[in-house]
């Protein structure tokens, strides 16, 4: 019985050992795959992301003015292979544990971003940005050539490429 006594007095003395959330912080573990984060600026609209999404939970859609990306948490299953094969870094596991939601909220929990697009340098055309995370992927130097090719669309690049070798 004194034994009892004295571990329950020690545990009271030394006060919780759970988290204290959530009424107070907590923390993820490192790597922790929680809702996906994504960030429109980054995006080049290539659609692997949902290319590579197992549940459907990502869709890229085209409108009249560029590109749309959208998310559901619902049918995500946070596997991380959308942020595993961006080429960009655009999207990712954040440590946001955060996915309980009521029943009426179902269809709330989503992204929905437009992607952001520039005109071509050449015509009226609107394409993704070529972001220098993507160029550096492609290119051992980002120089203005490359810059220049980049702010092309695929028809003014194209057209560019022949001038450039029969005229
Ligand atoms: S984490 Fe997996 S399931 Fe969720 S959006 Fe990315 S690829 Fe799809
Ligand atoms: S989020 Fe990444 S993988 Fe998905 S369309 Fe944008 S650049 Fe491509």
Redesign the pocket.
């Given at each position: 019985m004194a034994q009892f006594f004295t571990i329950a007095l020690r545990n009271f003395l030394k006060g919780p050992t759970t988290d204290p959330y959530p009424f107070g912080e907590t923390y993820t573990p490192e790597n922790y795959?929680g809702i996906?984060a994504y960030s429109p600026e980054l995006c080049i609209g290539c659609g692997t992301?949902e290319y590579?999404?197992?549940?459907?939970?990502?869709k890229l859609r085209h409108h009249e003015s560029g590109m749309n990306f959208s998310?559901w948490l619902s049918?995500?299953?946070?596997?991380?292979?959308?942020?595993?094969?961006c080429p960009t870094d655009a999207?990712f596991?954040s440590n946001d544990f955060h996915t309980a939601r009521a029943q009426s909220e179902k269809y709330d929990a989503t992204i929905n971003d437009d992607i952001a697009s520039v005109q071509c340098s050449r015509c009226d055309a609107m394409i993704p940005r070529a972001v220098d995370a993507l160029l550096a992927r492609a290119y051992d130097e980002i120089t203005d050539t490359v810059r220049h090719r980049a702010s092309l669309c695929p028809d003014c690049r194209r057209l560019e490429q022949f001038e450039r070798m029969y005229l």
């Open positions: 795959r996906i992301c590579v999404c197992p549940s459907g939970a990502i998310y049918t995500c299953c946070h596997c991380g292979n959308c942020g595993y094969y999207v596991n």
